[in-house]
């Protein structure tokens, strides 16, 4: 795929670390220019290198900082993006927050966490692309594999993340007409901080075993997945949910 995407512009949230870095390298050598936003100013250091690393690729790459659940950083990015790079091509939505406790420990606090992280962020962020991605564009959500099976001590993630596939199936055929595509990504547990920060070594387990390897997932295994949905001659395919998770499709208890 290399060289398909030069001359087009793409943002990653949540695109300095993680599952957002993996994608943001892959856009990088399919020859995107890149945006890369991250939540913390203590990441600072870690943007610095991310932009680094796209550089080393051949990308020209900035990274903003903000957070995206206001609607004024949402829209002061895409400004940012559209300043630096005069276009805007690509977005690949990577947010998220997990809560992990059963509905009924669940806080008020943690619930509007959750929906302003989880399910704010990507309707804002499709509410600009509304406006202001170019034509031929490509939309990528992540949401996670618990929005099609069955698990306790999920709610607060699994219901967050599943409005955003609604947003996407709608979105898509809203801007279908500009050749805007419009996709989830559904993973499986990944090996990841993100993960591993919500999860203990017995549900970590717990969870490898619910997939046909028996193992979780490796970040690694989702880039092909997004690159496929970010090349132009994915265009027939949108409105659609794609689940990574290593045969983890049924319900779980």
Avoid at 38 to 55: F, H
Avoid at 106 to 123: C, H, L, M, W
Avoid at 149 to 155: G, I, K, L, N, W
Avoid at 226 to 236: C, I, K, Y
Wanted: proline share 4%.
């Amino acid at each position: 795929m290399t060289g398909k995407l030069t001359g087009k512009v793409a943002i990653v949230t949540g695109g300095t670390a993680n599952l957002g870095r993996l994608f943001a390298q892959a856009l990088a050598d399919d020859g995107a220019n890149l945006v890369l936003h991250y939540n913390s100013p203590r990441r600072e250091q870690e943007a610095l290198e991310a932009v680094n690393d796209m550089k080393a690729r051949g990308a020209e790459a900035i990274a903003v900082q903000g957070d995206l659940t206001g609607t004024a950083t949402v829209t002061g990015l895409i400004d940012a993006t559209l300043q630096r790079f005069g276009q805007w091509d690509i977005l690949v939505n990577t947010s998220g927050i997990i809560v992990r406790k059963p509905l009924q420990e669940t806080t008020e606090q943690e619930f509007d966490a959750s929906i302003a992280i989880n399910t704010k962020i990507p309707f804002f962020l499709m509410k600009e692309a509304a406006g202001r991605m170019a034509d031929n564009g490509r939309i990528i959500n992540m949401v996670t594999t618990q929005v099609a099976v069955t698990a306790p001590t999920y709610s607060a993630y699994a219901g967050s993340k599943a409005p955003v596939e609604h947003f996407t199936k709608a979105f898509a055929k809203e801007i279908g007409h500009r050749g805007i595509t419009v996709n989830c990504i559904a993973p499986g547990p990944q090996k990841t901080s993100f993960l591993y920060g919500a999860e203990t070594d017995e549900t970590l387990a717990w969870l490898a075993g619910q997939t046909i390897s028996g193992e979780l997932g490796d970040p690694v295994d989702v880039v092909p997945v997004m690159r496929f949905l970010a090349a132009p001659e994915t265009r027939w395919v949108t409105a659609q949910t794609v689940y990574v998770n290593g045969g983890m499709i049924s319900p779980i208890n």
